[in-house]
């Protein structure tokens, strides 16, 4: 079936630090890729996106690339900021498929 | 425009209690779905509704649980003899529509967070 791994938290850093959270895959045929965020007492967005691969998602100075020898979706941030404290989520969903498959999230907390 | 809505946002019942949680999707979506997140997990799926009936039930846990969409548009889980375990946050999310090669933006609303006592 349909898995996503990522990295465990919880994760801690400095501001202006770079931050990455390692997700892997399980799928068969070449699933969407996402990376969700829920910021503190919010719901769960849309961060990025990659419907295939070597695409690369980018929003907000995040980036992830869809890396299917890997099969991989990493999330980067250059510089992150307080405000980036966040849960962020990696998740699939297979291609004429409908639901969505989470890994477990990853908390990450920015300090000043 | 509005997003995804659910009431209530917290919901504290009794075990064996019977309770309904409301979700009411974006305007025009007519995907909508229900999952369910314990805490420290990520969501699990549990119900997707196309229009108004449910295409796909399989992430019920048990027959305790039942959603229904009657007018294709607000949609209502309900759990009959709630136990601890029910305990979680639900969310309902909705998009465009369901499937697809390239699947559209599911939008997810604030949750409802059910606490069984």
């Known amino acids: 079936g349909n898995s996503v791994t990522q990295m465990e938290g919880p994760v801690t850093l400095s501001e202006e630090a770079f931050l990455t959270i390692n997700c892997t895959y399980t799928?068969?045929?070449?699933?969407?890729l996402f990376w969700y965020v829920q910021y503190p007492g919010e719901g769960l967005q849309l961060l990025l996106k990659?419907?295939?691969?070597?695409d690369k998602g980018s929003n907000k100075g995040f980036e992830a690339t869809y890396r299917k020898e890997t099969t991989s979706f990493h999330l980067e941030k250059g510089s992150v900021q307080v405000s980036d404290s966040a849960v962020y989520f990696c998740?699939?969903?297979?291609?004429?498929?409908?639901?969505?498959?989470f890994g477990a999230g990853t908390t990450v907390t920015v300090r000043a | 425009g509005a997003g995804v809505s659910q009431t209530p946002s917290n919901k504290v019942t009794e075990k064996g209690k019977y309770v309904e949680l409301r979700c009411d999707p974006i305007s025009g979506h007519t995907a909508l779905y229900w999952y369910r997140q314990s805490l420290g997990q990520g969501p699990e799926f549990l119900i997707y509704f196309q229009g108004t009936g449910a295409a796909d039930d399989s992430g019920l846990p048990n027959d305790r649980f039942f959603a229904v969409r009657p007018e294709g548009s607000v949609s209502t889980l309900k759990i009959q003899r709630t136990e601890r375990g029910d305990s979680a946050v639900y969310l309902c999310?909705?998009?465009?529509?369901?499937?697809?090669?390239?699947?559209?933006?599911?939008?997810f609303g604030p949750g409802t967070r059910l606490t069984v006592l």
């Open positions: 999310a909705s998009s465009l529509t369901g499937g697809g090669v390239i699947p559209h933006e599911q939008f």
């Open positions: 799928a068969t045929g070449y699933p969407s």
């Open positions: 990659a419907t295939k691969a070597d």
């Open positions: 998740a699939l969903q297979r291609s004429n498929d409908y639901k969505l498959s």
